[in-house]
């Protein structure tokens, strides 16, 4: 009989074992020191290793190691209190998850909910964008824009309708910024009209293009032309901070670069920076309200609000606060984006370099000029995540944003907000030796 081991589909490179961490370091099983440029998968903000939290944990479960979701305690009292206070105005009911993926989950099962007890069941479709992440539910990947990790389900998930991304490297519509009209963002209204506007519940998206996109930030115009065109339609907006949450932008969140107030925002990762596993859902007040008043049931998870989780998330919190992180990751980041681009924009292998704070993306491409991309079975951003751990460096690999059957390869530099200056040069300079290792390689 085979040797029992966990439920693992091998990707291209063995699993490297880690032994423990601190800051932005791995210390692996060999011997090897790992600067993680990625914290995890864009998840630990505030840095591993963190005695104080360790301390929190072990009081917290001493005294009390679950509570019924329905119930409270004075964990969940003070995450609440604390969340209020980072959040947008207003959006300040909050929901609790294991994660990411239950989170969007919830966020959308809230907006169907909304529209059915308001009498408008027919408002039953999410609109979302390609090129994006929402999760790993058969619903998160429903409203999901990655292809690839659709591929496998593509035969029982939502039929709900899809948008291109405001991408102005590869825009859908061949056109330049700024006199191209931000078709991106007219392309919602063009398919809330096109579905019928009382058939369209909700359209979601990620403030920032995470990991499918490669870190892409929006111009300016796009997020208020998106929140208009929802407000006039009656369709309820969702932005998942997931990945951009809780300072990896620069803002608490990255909604905040624009003014933005949605109505729903879906969180996790940065929460707890990894510590333990949790997700949020914070909801407009008013519209949780009106929900209320009609009686509608939002049936909880087993692990909702959980004392552990919340405790963490609270001290996680108060570390960002106390230590101006959020700050720090928008002055440091600036930082590391102006040496990405003296270091790397003159690379053959570089097409792009886009980002903010701390959650940046380099786009690699065969031709600088036609942005022609490597094709797929070249592996080049496999390649590169590996020539960077030979340099003992970690970077987040991003695949596919030049479109289906085309391809596409990008890196993600996104490492914990506490990355001090020597560390940012130690990220530029190996991710540069990692690049001219497989250039050479070609």
């Excluded at 290793?49 to 019924?68: C, D, I, S, W």
């Excluded at 979701?69 to 009292?77: A, G, L, Y």
């Excluded at 593509?154 to 519509?173: G, K």
């Excluded at 809780?246 to 920076?273: C, M, Q, Y």
């Amino acid at each position: 009989m085979p040797e029992p081991s966990a439920m693992f589909i091998k990707g291209p490179f063995e699993p490297i074992a880690v032994e423990r961490a601190e800051g932005a370091w791995l210390y692996t099983r060999d011997g090897r020191r790992i600067l993680d440029a990625a914290a995890g998968a864009v998840v630990v903000n505030i840095g591993q290793g963190r005695e104080e939290l360790a301390h929190v944990a072990a009081a917290t479960t001493a005294k009390a190691n679950y509570v019924l979701p329905v119930w409270t305690h004075p964990e969940r009292e003070r995450l609440v209190a604390r969340l209020a206070r980072w959040t947008p105005p207003g959006l300040n009911r909050f929901f609790f998850t294991s994660g990411g993926s239950e989170a969007v989950e919830m966020a959308i099962k809230f907006a169907l909910m909304y529209h059915k007890v308001h009498g408008r069941p027919s408002k039953n479709k999410i609109v979302s964008r390609w090129l994006s992440y929402h999760g790993n539910t058969l619903a998160a990947l429903s409203v999901g824009g990655n292809r690839a990790r659709r591929a496998d389900y593509e035969h029982v998930l939502f039929d709900w309708p899809h948008i291109d991304p405001p991408f102005c490297y590869r825009c859908a519509w061949h056109k330049t910024y700024p006199g191209c009209g931000i078709d991106c963002a007219q392309a919602l209204e063009e398919t809330i009209l096109r579905h019928g506007p009382d058939s369209i519940a909700a359209f979601i998206a990620e403030p920032m293009m995470g990991a499918t996109g490669g870190a892409v930030p929006p111009v300016n115009e796009y997020w208020p032309t998106i929140a208009e065109i929802c407000r006039r339609y009656n369709v309820l907006l969702i932005c998942d901070e997931v990945m951009t949450g809780f300072g990896r932008t620069g803002k608490r969140f990255a909604v905040e670069h624009w003014n933005l107030k949605p109505d729903l925002i879906v969180a996790a990762k940065g929460l707890t920076s990894g510590y333990v596993p949790m997700g949020m859902v914070a909801v407009d007040e008013a519209l949780v309200e009106q929900c209320e008043q009609r009686g509608a049931d939002f049936m909880f998870f087993t692990y909702t609000a959980q004392p552990l989780a919340c405790a963490i998330a609270d001290k996680v919190l108060e570390i960002l606060e106390r230590e101006r992180l959020v700050e720090r990751a928008a002055e440091v980041g600036a930082r590391l984006g102006i040496q990405l681009k003296e270091e790397l924009s003159g690379d053959p292998l570089v097409g792009d370099i886009r980002g903010c704070g701390m959650f940046w993306g380099v786009e690699l491409v065969r031709d600088k000029a036609s942005r022609a991309p490597y094709p797929p079975d070249r592996r080049l951003t496999n390649r590169v995540v590996a020539a960077a751990l030979q340099h003992n460096l970690f970077v987040y690999p991003s695949i596919g944003m030049a479109g289906p059957g085309v391809g596409g390869d990008a890196v993600m530099i996104a490492p914990p907000l506490i990355v001090d200056a020597a560390e940012i040069d130690y990220i530029v300079n190996n991710l540069r030796n990692a690049l001219n290792d497989v250039l050479k390689s070609l």
